[in-house]
């Protein structure tokens, strides 16, 4: 008997994966959706690359050498990026400052930097562009100017090199936390990172996928589909059929996505002479914690996609079932929300119950596995919840599915659906 079961719950599997896997949509899907998120992640850094830039042609006026040499270290070499071309000009002059600016609005020059005596004593540096300097620009040259008008500043007080370099070395804050064990800042950045990207990837796969269930089960009940199949298979059968055929489905596109990002991301931080460690957390991506996000994601997706096929069967309607999309992701909803304080924390108490209430347990889990908060026997305890609720919630959900894909008519009030579970 149990042969027998695996055998039509296998069969209606392969009809639901085979069905999907050849569409189109799901094709172009598949190929067209990593190169826009790859090609909007990859991009801006090829652009501030030095050989894929127009570089800028800025002058400094500035009479102290010691400052505008400063200066135009740090815009010409590697802080610039090979942006800028730096010439300086060491007249402070009120007619220098004319000339200069006749230059800029010629084109012959891009900019500026003009650093008079006045403008270090005061600290405020003109910078004349002939476009106005988005705020990047802006940013990148006030910090840069600070910096060497600073080092100048101390440097006329009679400090030698030496002596400033550690005045101005920056101060590192280690936090220690008494009665638990230290996390580093790449913990705690790897766990923004980890707990986003599972928030992301499983509220799109159950927006795609999730739906997709939901949707499986609304047309077979509509085109009467059901009742023929239902001489074949049980109502557990075909809806186990159809949450692991398409969840299969899902994991066979991340799969292709994950293969594609790595093909074109190796390439680019080749060109942008990174490596793929310094652009991707070290913390919480060895081989232990990676098989644990997926578990963590396929549990997650049989939970909630048992919801949805539920959802499918008690409705007559994609208009009436979509109703209830908010209140079954709202759980990824607020794991998202909570997510900078859920990584910050993850050995708060409320990490640490919201880890163990299955909805939330795929999300906020990983997120303090990346951060370096869980123990392991709390790994072990949340994936046997994550289990025992993905087998309590299909047992729940079989029985809405039993009754529910043979009513037809009117929209099922809550209570009624409730009283499906007694006599189904």
Request: contains cysteine.
């Amino acid at each position: 008997m149990a042969v027998e079961s695996l055998r039509a719950t296998g069969l209606i599997l392969c009809r639901e994966y085979a069905q999907r896997a050849r569409s189109v949509s799901f094709i172009l899907s598949t190929l067209i959706t990593p190169i826009f998120f790859i090609a909007i992640t990859v991009i801006p850094p090829l652009l501030v690359t030095p050989n894929l830039i127009e570089r800028r042609h800025l002058t400094i006026a500035c009479a102290d050498p010691a400052l505008a040499g400063e200066l135009r270290a740090q815009l010409a070499g590697q802080g610039g990026m090979g942006h800028y071309r730096i010439t300086v000009d060491p007249l402070t002059t009120i007619a220098e400052k004319a000339r200069l600016e006749a230059r800029a609005r010629a084109g012959l020059i891009d900019g500026v930097i003009w650093i008079d005596e006045a403008a270090i004593r005061a600290g405020r540096v003109d910078f004349i562009s002939r476009v106005e300097p988005d705020f990047f620009e802006r940013d990148y040259l006030q910090s840069a100017i600070g910096w060497a008008v600073t080092r100048a500043r101390l440097a006329r007080r009679g400090l030698e090199n030496e002596e400033i370099n550690r005045a101005l070395a920056p101060i590192e804050l280690e936090t220690v936390t008494l009665g638990a064990p230290l996390r580093s800042r790449a913990q705690a950045s790897s766990g923004y990172i980890v707990g986003i990207a599972v928030v992301f990837i499983l509220e799109v796969t159950l927006l795609s996928y999730g739906l997709m269930v939901m949707r499986s089960v609304l047309d077979d009940k509509a085109s009467r589909v059901m009742e023929v199949l239902l001489c074949a298979a049980t109502p557990r059968q075909l809806m186990a059929g159809k949450i692991l055929g398409i969840g299969a489905l899902a994991v066979t596109q991340l799969a292709i996505w994950a293969a594609m990002g790595v093909m074109i991301v190796t390439p680019a931080a080749w060109i942008t002479r990174s490596s793929l460690g310094a652009m991707m957390p070290a913390q919480g991506l060895n081989a232990a914690s990676i098989a644990l996000y997926c578990a963590f994601f396929i549990l997650g997706f049989l939970l909630y996609g048992a919801v949805y096929a539920a959802v499918g069967a008690a409705f007559n309607s994609v208009d009436e079932a979509q109703q209830w999309n908010f209140l079954i992701t709202l759980p990824l909803v607020l794991s998202g929300v909570f997510v900078f304080y859920l990584a910050d924390h993850p050995r708060s108490p409320l990490a640490a119950t919201l880890s163990m209430i299955p909805p939330f347990t795929p999300t906020v889990m990983s997120m303090r596995v990346a951060a370096g908060g869980a123990s392991g026997w709390e790994e072990v305890v949340a994936v046997a919840i994550l289990a025992l609720a993905v087998f309590a919630m299909i047992a729940f959900s079989s029985r809405v599915y039993r009754v529910g894909i043979l009513m037809y008519g009117k929209k099922p009030a809550l209570a009624e659906i409730l009283r499906w579970l007694r006599y189904s």
